[in-house]
Structures are given as structure tokens and as C-alpha cells.
């Protein structure tokens, strides 16, 4: 690293041309601050991989450099990470009363909370790290206790905005700090990043609003029990919910985990008005009737083993749906599991519920956390950036962002659109972007994190999509004969009792092969296994078009 | 089955509580009809399996009576089984010119065109097989020559729809048949079968005429080259993009070898009508300027191996996309694509294209094939039925299209929402559900045809999530001695030479699993292998979190 005097960096470890597993860093001469430590879910080409967090290569070779990680909000993509980082390296950890909440519990899981450093912050802190000093400011999002960041340095002030959306009429009164924001920018903002998830929707995101309205009017008209799903930390939506009930007079019922935790941390620490005698739990669900009751549950992704899959397929022990019941789906689902949503609205037309799903723009029960096009061009507006970086998206929302950023009046050549480990660097107040540090994903399967790499994951590619094939066979140490074998035994490939044919070719040309390479005085094994895999391959490929994994085993006796 | 006269049976072998793999039969006492012998893509579930088919056993057992196959219309979810299904009983192929030339190709690739039995047949055919008089009406749909059925028995009329919509402006003429519809209707339906895919969306599916004209525009606006990309069996949409070409003095090139082909098909069966010189070869296209350029290309689902995406990419031989040129996506992506269609754009913003991208009712580049709400509405009124089955579609979209025939009349008890393989019987025109015939997925894996099962598949899935560990030890015939072993092989478990530690604890309790059963008495392979099995399993997932499959293999020296 540089050492040079007053320079400022900027670094993406994770958020850049994906979705998930944010991870930013702000670097001013010695002091590294860290900001989020998400996680992201893998796709269906990382089989059995569990989840994806940064890696931090580069904060671990500066560990002494590395002041602390401020969180912007409690969402997975910004805390999901946590523990697995904190593990190698622990930071001091600043954050807001609910997202320290919610860290808690994550770490507490992962037998961490001893020995982690919690700082609780608000808006109103003034953090000073060196010649760094952080103010926040507050913003809306479909989590309450969401801040951006302001770093002011001798060059000048770099604003993260984490994700934010403008919603001017925000439920238990939890307003954006506009003024704030109006007042950096007009003090002189040096650099922005700005969130792009919504960079591609034109317009306004409805407000948080627009939803409870929805939900009040499904309550009035309901005549058996209610069901609504949601993500549990939409603790405005579940607030809305609990309103719902109150004026429906009826009774509420949680179910999931998640939304136990989140509804008993957000009204212990005040985010959440739970009125008393409201909750009660489900197994003193036959005590009321069905217009008496609804059910908040989660699941609302199609999770098949969440609450809302177990009511839908009539396997939750505790609570039933009966026909004529309402189940709202607060949620649109998200890319990926609209086949696991679609079994569940199958599963509860089928016991005949009234189903109010579909995406949110359409019935109204979801909106969108994320800032559209006319609010980024606020946050553009409000901060005035001398250079501007795009965050949080894929290139297509990072590309339109910039069109947003450069149609408010930024100059082109002041944007950049970066990749994970780019580094902006500045010096007098000017920005160049020339060089890396290392990025990457760390893969967490089971127990391992990071163990599993390219090999392993090419590995069960190929066994999973034509299993394998093992050829053992036993051969004296002169690897002049074979003692037994070969026997073949096949995973996933063929059922072999429906494929002896096959299998006794196989095995003859095993056979042959062995003899054949005997002939011409080749006597290594390695050369053996590797005329085998090729052979019975090519054998197998001309028999079935399927490559299974060849895998001879020649044991010495 | 019973053999009872006058007895008139439909059912579905595939298309019901699922999309795609459409197949249906009607039965009048010794005479079998077929519609559809369509195929599917399997979910991600199923791990290697290349395609799904119906279970035809109910035909096999039955072939005898089998009088032909019926064919609404050339796309996949309708023709996709055929090549798998005559191989198993070559029962007459019925279909319309274009819908013929389709299952030719098909019929072609695996070798089975000599000796399939193929007629042609337009709407005014009609058909004769034993008691069974069948006529056929022309409907609209995003391929052209699309029929619904008609099937005249003695019981009454049985009404089959086939995919449709109602297009009132169709491209080429391609009117459908409104009057004979009526006519039909007029004269009394007894049961209609008719599709349920867009029986979710209120409204009127927009005609394919408005997608013409949002090309015409952008193409008035294009500057440079023009690229779009549709399915190649939307012929009507293909006329329109030549049309927008003419009128914008360009040239056209094909790319992908399913619009070659069917370009090819339709403009010699006359439904393409493509303007002398103007269909150029990609290899000359270095002859002409970017704004004398159309090119129309395959890959608008994001088929990572079509042409858009080697164009996007930057992998195409012989043409390439330059900054400004225009990129059409005419489709929306279907869902579980959006990740491999995203990809391309964001490919395609970084070679800094203008690219319309996003579900086409939003950029008008694309309507759906599917009538909605309003139309389905329509063809219920047409055919009045006295009983009515939805088809094709999840159980939601049957339930849906349950609601609209309620809601326009059809008595609640004569509605019947069908399994594939539930028999409705009818005699006396009074129907009843009481039986049930084979029905099921057919796995095409490679060559093989059903031999792939549900051990097979539940080993790919264990096999794809921790990988396999293999135990390999030889031992003497009393069962008394280890001679050599346990070696230990893993692939997609753990990197073994990261994982020396855990595999020498593996061996040391191997080897204790063994010695402690030899002291009980125990001798057998078996009881040995499953001992180990459970015992290494056990230590692993306590270290690991990870369940890899466990394969003893004990050599006998």
C-alpha cells in the first residue's frame, strides 16, 4: 500500500456487478474503514455451496490498518457475512439499535457475541477515526434504522447512501433526514456512491404506505382467518399488519423463527407498537374463531421449509387453513423462486383459500425498498458529487445509474463504473482508478469456509449430472496380474441391475485394454487408470451421450 | 378398459398441474385419439436429465386401438415427444403444413423420417375414425397454422382448443376462425377442453400488430446495425421485423441454425413472404454499412450457447456488435431465465449498445401467445359447454380458468379439474371421474429413454451437494485380516491435500470400526459396510457439516 500523505481510497470488496455480499472500504493514508459485510446465495452452478461472503484478503494483510466495520442497515447482503469474517479478523462493529440487534443474533448463533466489539450508534454520531471523521444520516428502506454514511476528510466527503428509497410518509414516523443530506451536498460532496438496485425502474417507489392501505382493505373484507407472509425485518409492514388486526379486532399469531426474532427485538427496542393481549400463541388458536385470528407468518419466497409451505401443504402441526380463508402474499417473488411461490398458491387454491399473490405492483401488498429512477436522480441532486461510483447492482443497473447520474449534470469521465477490488484513488481532490486489490468470493459450504474451490465444485458438476462409474481391481506388485476384478460399481450413472449388458461390455473392455497396454510393456499404474478412463469414456459416451466420472482404483496385494 | 358401447373417455397424459409436455386422449369404445405429444424441460431438481416426455403406457397397453396423433401446433410443449414416442408406437401423424415441416425436422435428427406416417391436413379437413368425426377451426397463436379440434361423436361434441388467443389483426391474414367457432358452439358443445397458460392475467392479450409497429420505430431511430433476437417459430414476428427491414432499406441476416430452419420452412410453405434480396449471408456483411444491417438471432431466453449470447460476449465469428448499435430483446424472459438474459445485457452495455430489454408489456417488443382473461371468457361463450375441463397450465391457472367458466355460466358440478391420468367417462352425454390410467414422466437422459429413476436421480443429488468419499481396503476371504487399506478417495468432498488432517482421522476410525466388529464375532462384508458407512458419515458431519456419500468398497485377496 501507498503510503504516501493524504491519499483516499475507495474500494468495492463485494456488491459490484452482483447482487449481494456488500462490501466496501474507504482507506484514508493509514486508517482502513470497512463498510457492510453482506453475503450473498449461490447460484445453481456452485453446487452444495451454502453461502457466498467476501473475501478480505487485502483488510487481512492490513489488519492493523483496519479501524472498524459500519453497517448501514440489518439486511443479509449487508450483515450476512459477519460472522465469518469476524472469525479472521475482528473489527470493532458500529451500527444502529436494530441492526446490532440483529447482528447479535447471528453472532450469538455462531458462538461469537463474547468476544465481538458492538458500538451502537444513531444518526446523530460523530465518529473520528485519524483524519477521518463519519457523520450519518438517516434514510428509508424496507428495514427501519437505515443510514448513510458521510466521511469527511481533508479532501473532501465521500457519501455511501446505503440502500435508501425517498418515502415522505413512512410508517411509526421514521423520516428520511432530508435536510441532512441537503446540507452535506451543499457543503461539497467529493464522492458518491449511490445504490443501483432500482436503477433500471422508471419513476417513484410507492411508499411503505400504499401497502398498510392494501392490507386494511383485504382485513375489512376477510371472513375466515387471515394469513399474510412477508420478510419478517419488514418491521413497518408488520407493523401495518398489527394495525390491521387492531382495527379487524382480531388476534395475531407468529410463525417462523425469523419473524419470532424480528417482531420480539424490534418491540423490545421500540420499532415496533405491539398492543397488549394482541399476540397469542398458536396452540390457543382454537379458542378464538376464524375471523378473530391472523397467522404472520414467514415463507413468503415459497421457502419449502418455512411456515407458509407447511400451512399450504396442510403440515403444520398447530395451525390449519380452511376453506374460505384469505392468505396474502406481502412479497413479489424474487427471480429464481417463482416455482417454489406458484406450489404454494397451487397448494392453498387447493384447499380452497381466497389467494391475494401475484407481484406487488399488482395487488398492491409489496413495494419495492429500493430508490427508482426519480429518487436517484434526488440523491444525485441533494449530494452534487464531484465524482460519482454506482454501487450495489449488476452492470446493467450500475450502466443505467450512471445515465441517471450523467443526465443530472455529473461529468462522464467523473464516473466509475468499477469492479469488485478496483480502486479509486485520490489525491488532492482528484480522482484516478488504476489500480487492484484482491477480491473474491469465499465459498461456505457445511463447517468449511473457503475450502472448497474449482476442483471440488467441477467435481460435482460432472457427478451431478451423470453420476460415476469405479473400476476396482487388485493386481500383484508387478503390476504383471490382475488379481480380481475389474468390478464395476455405478453411482448416479445407470441402475445397473437394468444395465448388466452394458456393464459386462465394460468390463471386458476394461479387460482388454489392461492386456493390450501389458503387450506393448507398459507396467505403471497411472498409465493404466488413464488409458482406462479414456477407453470405458469414450465406450460410454458412444453407448448412452452421458459422461459419467470414470474412477479405476487398482489396489496392490 | 371397459369395453361398454357408447362409451366416450378423455383424459390427460401430460399438460395438467404443469407446463409444457402436453398430451391428451379421447376414447370412443374401440377407437383411441392422441392430441399433442409435447415435451418439457426438467426443473433443477432432476439432476442431468435433458427433456421429459409422457408415459405412453396406457397407448402401449392399448396400441392396437390407437388410431393416430392429432397435432394443434408445431412448438415444442406440443411436438417435443414425438421423436421418443413413435420410437415406442408409430401411430399416424396428423397435423397443418408448417406444423408437418416442424416434426419433419424433428423426425430427421433421429433418424426416423422414412418410416413415420405423416399427413397433412388444413382447417377444412375432416377426419373419420370409426364413430368419430373430426372437424377443425383455425385459431391464433404465436406460431402460424394453429387448430383447435373439434371431435363429433354420437354422445355429442367434444371441443379441444389447443393453445390460442384472439387476434383480430393478425399478421398475414392469419384470421381465426370466429364463425366457424360459433357455428360449432351453436350446435352444441358436450365438453370443451381449452388452455389455461394465461388464465391468471385479467384482460385481453395484445395483438402481435403492436409488436410490429414498436419494431418499425425503433428501427425508424436505429442508427447503426440492428440486432434482434426472437423465437424463431414466431414466423408472424419474423414477417414483421422483414417488413420493418424493407421499409428501412435493410439487409437481413439469420444467425442460429432454429431460425435458419424455420425461416427456411416458412418461406418456401409460403407463410413467410421474405423480399427478394434481402436475405444476405453473415459473412457478407463486412459489404455493407452498420445502417444497412438487420441481424435476427436466436437466443432471446439466454441460452448461453445461441447466437445472441456469443454476439453479446463478443464470440461470434463473423459478426460483431459496435457502440451504438441497437439491441431488440423481442420476449420476455420466461421465468428462471432472467439470470442468463441479465447477463447478456449487462454484456452487451459493456460493448455500450442501445439495448430494449425487460418484459415486453413494458417495451412492447413483445405479447403474449396466450389468451388472457377476457378471451378466455370469449371462447366459453362461443362453445357454451355443457362440460368443461381446463388444460394446460398449473393447478392455479386451472382454478383460475374454473372461476371465469363459473363466472360465465358453466354449472359449478360440471367443471372438472383433472390430474394427468383422471378418465372422464361419459355415457349417455352425463360425464363422471371415477378412474384413473397410467400417466407419469418419461426422463430422457442422453439416449436413454426411462432408464433413468429415482435411485439414479437421488444419487446425483447426494452426489452434487458434498461429492463422494470412497473407502477402498482389501481383506482375506475368512474376513479375519486387512491386507491393504483403508485408502481413502474423495471427489467433490473436501480438497484432500488441504484435508490430510481430517483423512488420517478418517483411516484411524475406518480401521477402529473394523477391529471393534471382528471382537464382537461379526464377519460380514455387509454388516462391515454399513458399520463404516455410518460411523465415518457420523464423524464427518460432525466435523464437516457436510453428508457426503459414503462407498465402502472391501477387496476380497
Given at each position: 500500500m501507498n503510503t504516501n500523505e493524504d491519499l483516499l481510497s475507495i474500494a468495492a470488496l463485494g456488491g459490484l456487478h452482483e447482487i449481494g455480499k456488500n462490501m466496501y472500504m474507504l482507506q484514508y493514508n493509514e486508517e482502513i474503514l470497512v463498510i457492510d459485510c453482506g453475503s450473498k446465495f449461490p447460484d445453481e452452478s456452485l453446487l452444495g455451496i451454502d453461502l457466498i461472503v467476501p473475501d478480505i484478503s487485502y483488510l487481512l494483510e492490513n489488519r492493523d490498518r483496519v479501524r472498524g466495520l459500519l453497517v448501514t442497515h440489518g439486511h443479509e447482503d449487508h450483515i450476512g457475512g459477519i460472522p465469518y469474517i469476524i472469525k479472521q479478523l475482528n473489527m470493532p462493529i458500529y451500527a444502529t439499535r436494530l441492526t446490532l440487534g440483529l447482528i447479535r443474533v447471528k453472532l450469538k448463533e455462531h458462538g461469537l457475541l463474547g468476544s465481538a466489539k458492538l458500538h451502537e450508534i444513531d444518526s446523530s454520531t460523530i465518529l473520528e477515526f485519524g483524519g477521518v471523521s463519519v457523520s450519518f444520516f438517516r434514510t428509508n428502506h424496507s428495514i427501519p434504522d437505515c443510514l448513510g454514511f458521510a466521511f469527511h476528510t481533508p479532501q473532501g466527503t465521500v457519501v455511501h447512501t446505503g440502500d435508501f428509497k425517498f418515502d415522505f410518509t413512512p410508517v411509526n414516523q421514521q423520516y428520511a433526514e432530508l435536510h441532512k443530506m441537503a446540507e452535506i451536498g451543499k457543503q461539497g460532496v467529493l464522492l458518491l456512491l449511490s445504490e443501483s438496485t432500482n436503477a433500471e425502474r422508471p419513476g417513484f417507489t410507492p411508499s411503505e404506505r400504499m401497502v398498510g392501505d392494501h392490507i386494511q382493505e383485504a382485513f375489512h373484507q376477510a371472513e375466515g382467518k387471515i394469513f399474510l407472509s412477508t420478510f419478517a425485518s419488514n418491521v413497518n409492514r408488520v407493523q401495518q399488519v398489527i394495525e390491521a388486526a387492531e382495527k379487524t379486532r382480531r388476534k395475531l399469531i407468529l410463525l417462523g423463527r425469523s419473524m419470532v426474532n424480528v417482531v420480539e427485538i424490534a418491540s423490545k427496542q421500540g420499532y415496533l407498537r405491539l398492543p397488549d393481549g394482541m399476540l397469542i400463541d398458536a396452540t390457543d388458536s382454537d379458542q378464538y374463531a376464524p375471523h378473530e385470528l391472523v397467522i404472520l407468518c414467514t415463507?413468503?419466497?415459497?421457502?419449502?421449509?418455512?411456515?407458509?409451505?407447511?400451512?399450504?401443504?396442510?403440515n403444520h402441526r398447530q395451525v390449519s387453513i380452511s376453506p374460505g380463508d384469505t392468505v396474502i402474499l406481502a412479497a413479489t417473488p424474487i427471480p429464481g423462486n417463482e416455482r417454489n411461490v406458484g406450489r404454494i398458491v397451487d397448494n392453498l387454491f387447493e384447499r380452497r383459500a381466497k389467494v391475494i399473490y401475484g407481484s406487488g405492483s399488482v395487488t398492491g401488498m409489496h413495494v419495492s425498498g429500493h430508490a427508482s429512477q426519480e429518487?436517484?436522480?434526488?440523491?444525485?441532486?441533494?449530494m452534487k458529487p464531484k465524482y460519482f461510483v454506482p454501487i450495489h447492482g449488476e452492470y446493467r443497473m450500475l450502466h443505467q445509474h450512471r445515465l441517471l447520474a450523467e443526465a443530472v449534470g455529473v461529468e462522464s469521465?467523473?464516473?466509475?463504473?468499477?469492479?469488485?477490488?478496483?480502486?479509486?484513488?485520490?489525491?488532492?481532490?482528484?480522482?484516478?482508478?488504476e489500480r487492484?486489490?484482491?477480491?473474491?468470493?469465499t465459498l461456505v459450504d457445511g463447517l468449511g469456509i473457503g475450502d472448497v474451490g474449482q476442483i471440488v465444485l467441477r467435481d460435482r458438476k460432472v457427478l451431478s449430472e451423470d453420476g460415476i462409474l469405479i473400476l476396482v481391481m487388485s493386481m500383484t506388485k508387478s503390476g504383471g496380474t490382475i488379481v480380481s476384478g475389474p468390478e464395476l460399481i455405478s453411482r448416479g450413472f445407470v441402475y445397473v441391475r437394468k444395465s448388466e449388458g452394458l456393464m459386462d461390455e465394460v468390463q471386458r473392455l476394461?479387460?482388454?485394454?489392461?492386456?493390450?497396454?501389458?503387450?506393448?510393456?507398459a507396467n505403471q499404474w497411472a498409465v493404466y487408470k488413464q488409458a482406462l478412463k479414456e477407453a470405458v469414456g469414450k465406450y460410454l459416451f458412444a453407448q448412452t451421450k452421458r459422461r459419467p466420472m470414470i474412477l479405476p482404483i487398482i489396489i496392490q496385494v
Open positions: 415463507g413468503s419466497q415459497g421457502e419449502p421449509m418455512a411456515a407458509l409451505a407447511r400451512l399450504a401443504s396442510g429518487e436517484l436522480k434526488l440523491m444525485l441532486s441533494l469521465e467523473n464516473i466509475f463504473i468499477l469492479n469488485n477490488g478496483d480502486v479509486v484513488d485520490l489525491t488532492g481532490s482528484v480522482a484516478r482508478q487492484k486489490i484482491p477480491d473474491g468470493n476394461a479387460l482388454a485394454t489392461i492386456t493390450q497396454l501389458q503387450e506393448t510393456g
